[in-house]
């Protein structure tokens, strides 16, 4: 069927392109500890890939936060920024400051702390027939170098 196969060379094509930022853009948000966002990924891999635009990456970190290869955060300013997600880096939660917006990753939890989660959600999951799978955890406030200046 001719219908079919101009719609598998325009898939082949599809795929090529899209591949390329996806290594790419995983391969940026494995080797850093930030929390980046669309425009300073986009930023970062314009020195190697010249060609690429805005809305690729856009449209890429959307695929990848799909997958689960990435995590997507809407922390409370700005754009929404972007983490590598893997077996290796632990479950933390976050640290933001409202001044300089630095993000500090935390794992090392007080025992209070996980028991706080875990009791919330057995609470919530009798009360509202909920099966927690996930959390994020976000705390606002200022750093230690914002509360000197
Ligand atoms: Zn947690
Ligand atoms: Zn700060
Ligand atoms: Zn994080």
Known sequence: MPGQHR???RFAGHVCRWTMPREAIL???SQTTKHLSAKEIYSALLRSYPGIGLTT??????????TGMIKKFNFRQGESRYEFASEN?????????????????????A???????DKSAKHLAEKYKFLVQDHNIEF???????QKD
């Open 89 to 109: 880096k632990p479950h933390h939660h976050h640290l933001i400051c409202t001044s300089c917006g630095k993000i500090i990753d935390y794992s090392d939890f």
């Open 27 to 29: 391969k940026l948000l």
């Open 57 to 66: 990456v856009y449209r890429t970190l959307d695929l990848l936060e799909k």
């Open 140 to 146: 606002y406030g200022l750093c230690q170098q914002c």
């Open 7 to 9: 719609w598998r060379k």
């Open 111 to 117: 025992d209070e702390e996980l028991e706080l989660v």
